[in-house]
C-alpha cells in the first residue's frame, strides 16, 4: 500500500468507549458478530479503495468486491490467525463454528465458515470499541493478501 491504513481510515468509535450500552456483548450470537462485522470489514476496505483517488464507481466496486468476497476473507483469516490474542482467537473460532441460516454463493462452506468468522471478529472489535485494534488487522490482512498475490 502507498500510505497506512491507519492515514485512510476515520477513527469510527472514541478510544476505549464500548459502542453499546446494553447486553454483555460476549453473549451476543457469532452470527449477530459477524452481521455487523460484514459491515465493518466493507467500510474498511471502501475507506482504503476511494481513498487511492477518484475513480469509476464500476472500478471501486470491482477492487472492493474482490477483498470482501468469503474466498478472499478466509485466505486473509488462515494468514493472520497467528496475530490473533487468544481471546481474539476464541472469538473467530466461535464465528467460524456457527451454523449460519444461508449458505455461500461463490465459495466453498469451509471459505464461507472462515469468513464468518474472521467478520464475526470484527463485529466483536467494533461493538467493543477496539478501533485501533481493527485497523491493526486489515493492515495484516491486506499485507497478507498482497504477499500471497
Known sequence: MDESVKECIPKLLAEEEELLSGPDIRTYSPLTLAFIGDAVFSLYIRTIVVGKGNTAPGKLHEACSELVK???QSRMIHGILGELSEEEAGIYRRGRNAQAPSRAKNASMSEYRHATGLEALF???YLTGQGERMTELVELCL????EEQ
Open 143 to 146: 499485507k497478507y493478501y498482497k
Open 123 to 125: 463485529g466483536h472489535l
Open 70 to 72: 468469503a474466498k478472499t
